[in-house]
């Protein structure tokens, strides 16, 4: 059945298995660890700000074209600790999920990607705690993206708090792709039909060839540039 259904399905199953009252103790709970969360998608944010204006000014190549972030819902996360057999509680929220805090940068092309993931992970004050690269190892419907879950500090009145960030990054084309993917999916109330779900694919395969054409371009068009630069200062 399509998403929206299994949410909703997920979520009566939920108030059946619980109680109102401790249902409603966990959802409090939960409510109040949001602040953190919105702390560390601050402070990796603003690593990212770091890195887009030190390359402006440096005049490099910027590897950031945007960054987007979102905190999680209290309902999905209940959702997501049901739908994944995890405890309902804070302290298995913050041992479990890795996602409630996310990060999307989307980079100009996928060399860029990398250079951007290699200069978060050497950041000391980071610890990488998962590492998935689905642009070299395409989920099997064409997905593509390079996931990290880093846990950042967050200082309080009091002390220090590990905070776990998911960031996503991706190509601006991979991103054009993941989202219609995800609106087809979300929106749609039944399963999505295999022939939907194949040219889906085809169009992650067209997409990641664009994406490596561009790369090539890019690369020629640099090549130019620092030929020109180079005659000039004969
Ligand atoms: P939302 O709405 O973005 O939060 P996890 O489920 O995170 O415990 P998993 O499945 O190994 O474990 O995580 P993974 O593979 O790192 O993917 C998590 C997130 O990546 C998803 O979060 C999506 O944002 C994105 N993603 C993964 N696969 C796909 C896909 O096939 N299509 C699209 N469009 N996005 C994908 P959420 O929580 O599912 O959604």
Known sequence: MGQLHNTENMINDII??????????????????????E?????IRTKLEILQRDARFSDHHNPIESIKSRIKRPMSIIEKMCRKGFPLSVQSMRD?????????VICPFIE??????????????LTLITQKDYI?????????SYHLVLEVPVFLSS??????????????AMDFWASLEHQIHYKSSHDVPNDVVAELKECAEIIAQTDERMQMLSKQIRCISDNEDAVLKK
């Open 39 to 43: 702390s560390g998608i601050q402070e």
């Open 112 to 125: 860029d990607i990398y250079t951007v993931a290699d200069m978060l992970i050497s950041q000391d004050d």
């Open 136 to 144: 070299k190892n395409p989920k099997p419907n064409g997905y593509r």
């Open 159 to 172: 002390g220090k708090e590990p905070v776990r960030v998911e960031v996503q990054l991706r190509t601006i």
């Open 96 to 104: 479990n999920l890795n996602d409630i805090a996310g990060i999307r």
């Open 16 to 37: 059946h298995l619980q109680s109102s009252r401790s249902l409603i103790n966990t959802l409090t709970g939960i409510e109040q660890n949001m602040a953190l969360y």
